[in-house]
T-cell receptor
């Protein structure tokens, strides 16, 4: 049973345009959400997070939106750059198991010059 | 500041053998977590150690075991290796038991033949 789902295995966008990566979750006890970026042959690196008490968090070109009623979050990257090409993982924690992250399968983002 | 380092980066074992993977946490971090990432999947939580004791465990059998040492370095041991244990094993350190930002190493790629 996959509690965090990223239904798009891949996404391709043009440099300078917006990239939108989506994530759905089923566990209503999750109260903290994170996005990680992973380049080949490297470990995941933290990108941005959001608490369930917020519906938006912004950090430079990266914005995460949370819709609790829909159990949906999205990561917006504006403007997209070729260096953003990587696998993006959505992760969640909470509900008494806040020592662990539950990850989605990831979305491969390709930003074309 | 030294980041999370893991060794070895790649290794090949045969079914039934035992393997030990090692991790050095980021300076100042007293919590270490281990994740398994199978091909095409997101990282899956194995267990977490805090102050040398297991603080939480995912859905992995007892042949997956760990240690954390006083200097906060850590080991992941897997006994009686199975073909399905082939994966990237990621170590992550953090300054708190509750999941916030995890700092991942580049991983150890294990192939079981």
């Amino acid at each position: 049973d996959q509690q965090v789902k990223q239904n798009s295995p891949s996404l391709s966008v043009q440099e300078g345009r917006i990239s939108i990566l989506n994530c759905d979750y089923t566990n209503s006890m999750f109260d903290y959400f994170l996005w990680y970026k992973k380049y080949p042959a490297e470990g995941p690196t933290f990108l941005i997070s959001i608490s369930s008490i917020k519906d938006k968090n912004e950090d430079g070109r990266f914005t995460v939106f949370l819709n609790k009623s829909a159990k949906h979050l999205s990561l917006h990257i504006v403007p997209s750059q070729p260096g953003d090409s990587a696998v993006y993982f959505c992760a969640a924690s909470g509900g008494g198991s806040n020592y662990k992250l539950t990850f989605g399968k990831g979305t491969l983002l390709t930003v074309n010059p | 500041e030294t980041g999370v380092t893991q060794s070895p980066t790649h290794l090949i074992k045969t079914r039934g053998q035992q393997v030990t993977l090692r991790c050095s946490s980021q300076s100042g971090h007293n919590t270490v977590s281990w994740y398994q990432q199978a091909l095409g999947q997101g990282p899956q939580f194995i267990f977490q150690y805090y102050r040398e004791e297991e603080n939480g465990r995912g859905n992995f059998p007892p042949r997956f075991s760990g240690l954390q040492f006083p200097n906060y370095s850590s080991e992941l041991n897997v006994n009686a290796l199975e073909l399905d244990d082939s994966a990237l094993y990621l170590c992550a350190s953090s300054i708190t038991r509750s999941t916030g930002e995890l700092f991942f190493g580049e991983g150890s790629r294990l192939t079981v033949l």
